[in-house]
């Protein structure tokens, strides 16, 4: 977990640096012009147009510590029982199986729920209002 917790906060804040800095800073100008807070321009306006970002970083995220397989194999120690997902195929290889069917099919089964879960949650991607800012 150590290398995990390492790696993933700074690059998620540095993706999540790039959606925030994605609005115009005009938008927040005129927030304040109008009387808002820091907090309602933060909840009113900046978090309504960024949720792309953190479904995208979590979606990032989560698929780069699931299919981490140098670390897994490394650090995990305890067999069969304690072993992720990437982990599971090298255990299906046999010397003697030339069609490797027990690989193939352990990395189908660990395949699917990624595209599942993009499918799931795809949206039309969501940008700043064409008339929010005046050019």
């Not at 990395?107 to 209002?129: D, E, G, K, W, Y």
Request: hydrophobic residues 45%.
């Amino acid at each position: 977990m150590l290398p995990r917790v390492a790696f993933s906060p700074p690059f998620a804040i540095r993706m999540l640096r790039g959606f925030v800095k994605g609005v115009p800073e005009a938008l927040e100008e005129a927030a304040y012009i109008d009387g808002a807070s820091r907090s309602c321009f933060l909840r009113q306006i900046l978090f309504p147009l960024v949720p792309p970002g953190p479904v995208v970083t979590s979606v990032y995220s989560c698929i780069s510590a699931r299919n981490d397989f140098p670390f897994a194999k490394s650090f995990i120690l305890g067999g069969a029982s304690r072993s992720t997902p990437p982990m599971a195929p090298p255990v299906f290889c046999k010397p003697d199986d030339p069609g490797r069917g027990g690989v193939r099919a352990a990395s189908a089964v660990m395949t699917i729920p990624v595209p599942v879960f993009f499918v799931l949650v795809q949206r039309r991607p969501v940008s700043v209002p064409g008339g929010a800012v005046k050019d």
